[in-house]
């Protein structure tokens, strides 16, 4: 498992499905993700399976040091000749928004990230109406590379999407 200051990060495991599926059917939650869809326990369960064969995808549970799952984060489509992949992030217990969980169970994804599997980019996709995941994504060193136009459908209008990211060579250099 990968330790953290506030957080730990561990695999996934069956028996934390439940949560997966309250989380990821509680609109306030899926609002900032791109599902959009009601989940089922069945469809979460043939997501977690193929989870366990993908080796292009890493998804980590999120722990409190007191450990309590709060949420996941995943660093997925890695592609080895570019060293580079997608971060992607929900804390689904709304109480722990806003303490800097999701701060250091990035900071603690990009260490390995960088250090140990070779990465050379993360990057992520967020959106405008999401300043909390923003601000978070800017304390991590994440910059903001650019914006597709209109790219999402929310609450009735076209939104873009922002694309953030950071390179080795700026993470490793700020943590030195
Ligand atoms: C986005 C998310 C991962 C951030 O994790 P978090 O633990 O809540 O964030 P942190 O507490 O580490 O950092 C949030 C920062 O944003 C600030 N913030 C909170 N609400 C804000 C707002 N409305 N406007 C601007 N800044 C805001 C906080 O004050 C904090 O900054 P600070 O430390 O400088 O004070 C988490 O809130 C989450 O999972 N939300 C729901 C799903 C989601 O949005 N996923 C991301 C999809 S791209």
Not at 9 to 37: G, Q, T, Y
Not at 71 to 76: I, P, S, T
Request: aromatic share 12%; with cysteine; glycine share 8%.
């Amino acid at each position: 498992m990968l330790v953290g200051e506030k957080v730990i990060l561990r695999a996934i495991e069956r028996s934390d499905i439940p949560r997966f599926v309250k989380w990821f059917n509680d609109p306030e939650v899926i609002r900032f993700l791109a599902m959009h869809v009601p989940l089922s326990v069945a469809a979460e369960e043939k997501w977690f399976e193929r989870q366990l064969e993908d080796k292009d995808t890493r998804v980590l549970a999120i722990e409190t040091k007191d450990g309590v799952h709060i949420g996941n984060l995943g660093l997925h489509n890695f592609n080895y000749r570019d060293s580079h992949a997608e971060l992607g992030i929900a804390i689904g217990e709304k109480e722990y928004w806003g303490q800097g969980y999701g701060t250091d169970a990035i900071r603690t994804v990009l260490k390995w990230a960088f250090g140990e599997l070779n990465l050379n980019r993360v990057f992520l996709r967020t959106y405008p109406f999401n300043p909390r995941a923003i601000r978070c994504y800017e304390k991590c060193g994440l910059v903001i590379e650019g914006r597709l136009r209109q790219a999402i459908y929310r609450d009735g209008q076209y939104h873009d999407e922002i694309v953030m990211g950071v390179l080795r060579d700026e993470f490793l250099g700020a943590a030195r």
